[in-house]
């Protein structure tokens, strides 16, 4: 299995995905700044994953806490949080993680434990939090797999796999899933401009795990959903309103009102901490909008005219009216969303 993040004795280790295709490394990140760093410029990406990250992030921030005093370490804590908070705005799993190692860090005051305690309970928190993603995503894919037709094409947007995870993916997970059962399915994925996640990254890690994978550029499902090639599209998902709206990548909302166009069902598979019970609809989810020179730029050479407008906002919202399902660790969802994901809110 692809080891997207691992906590080690020296810090956390985490492949770095701005290096993918072309270079397969593994630096480690002793400081939680570094890791904060990570978030923000992409080496580690995808929902699930920048949530791990952030709680090991915190949990190693803490641990380098020197002093005894409860007060100082508390409002240390409180700060690199903060920092963490303020690396990426769009996936609610990075928020639900730093909730998740405050309410720890909140136990651990309330057993009154000593600041090295504490400092244990954290790190123990945040393998915790990596442990149950995994488990989370091979239960989407037991949920899912039976959606997926048995054999032909499935189109997935972005990475929403392994390295977008703690391991064994969500969109990817369930694909994965489907192989595992027999099901002869292969996958179209689109190259997802203009960071191309689906070109270096869904593409690497589905070769590498010898599932059948076609790169098509962002332009080209239209094409082939009328020509009948594809029969089943899934994403993953950044942040997911109790209405069932779904921010995911750039590009997600025209594969979806295609995918309806041509009859072709639409799923989303994410974990229950990818839903944000707080917003009645997804026009209320934040937009990270990113430098222009992703787009203007292609490994550095620039390939558009200097000083002219650009745009990128990173991800778009998908309408919960094109959403056939979505697939979580603890069932499969379907309209009408408002009611069917009270279900799964804590
Ligand atoms: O900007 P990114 O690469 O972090 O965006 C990732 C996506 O949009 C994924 O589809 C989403 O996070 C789901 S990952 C399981």
Not at 34 to 49: H, L, N, Q, S, W
Not at 73 to 100: G, H, M, S, Y
Request: charged share 25%.
């Amino acid at each position: 299995m692809i080891k997207t993040i691992e906590w080690t004795d020296a810090g956390v280790v985490m492949i770095d995905q701005k290096r993918l295709p072309n270079e397969e490394v593994y630096p480690c990140f002793s400081h939680y700044r570094e890791i904060a760093g990570a978030i923000k410029d992409m080496t580690v990406r995808g929902a699930p994953a920048i949530g791990v990250a952030a709680a090991m992030g915190i949990a190693l921030g803490a641990k380098a806490f020197e002093q005894e005093d409860h007060e100082v370490f508390a409002n240390e804590f409180e700060q690199i949080c903060r920092e963490f908070a303020a690396t990426r705005p769009t996936a609610v799993n990075l928020f639900w993680a730093i909730d998740q190692m405050k309410l720890a860090f909140e136990q651990a005051f309330r057993d009154r434990m000593s600041v090295a305690e504490t400092k244990k309970r954290l790190v123990e928190r945040a393998l915790e939090i990596h442990r149950a993603d995994i488990a989370a995503n091979e239960q989407m894919g037991k949920y899912g797999a039976p959606l997926l037709p048995d054999s032909g094409v499935v189109l997935t947007h972005c990475n929403a796999g392994a390295l977008a995870t703690a391991g064994y993916g969500t969109a990817l997970g369930v694909i994965r899933a489907a192989k595992e059962i027999g099901k002869n399915i292969e996958v179209y994925a689109d190259e997802t401009r203009p960071f191309l996640q689906g070109a270096r990254l869904t593409c690497w890690e589905l070769a590498k795990d010898n599932i059948g994978v076609t790169l098509i550029t962002d332009n080209m499902s239209g094409h082939f959903m009328k020509m009948g090639r594809i029969k089943a599209v899934i994403v993953g998902a950044d942040r997911i309103a109790s209405n069932g709206d779904v921010a995911n990548k750039i590009g997600t909302y025209m594969v979806a009102v295609l995918a309806k166009e041509n009859n072709i069902p639409f799923y989303v598979a994410a974990p229950v901490s990818t839903l944000d019970p707080k917003l009645s609809s997804g026009e209320q989810i934040p937009i990270e909008d990113r430098a222009s020179t992703e787009i203007t730029e292609i490994n550095g050479r620039r390939v558009a005219p200097v000083d002219i407008a650009v745009a990128n906002p990173a991800f778009d919202v998908t309408p919960n009216k094109y959403v056939t399902a979505i697939i979580t660790e603890r069932g499969v969802a379907y309209p009408p969303y408002t009611e069917s994901l009270k279900q799964f809110f804590d």
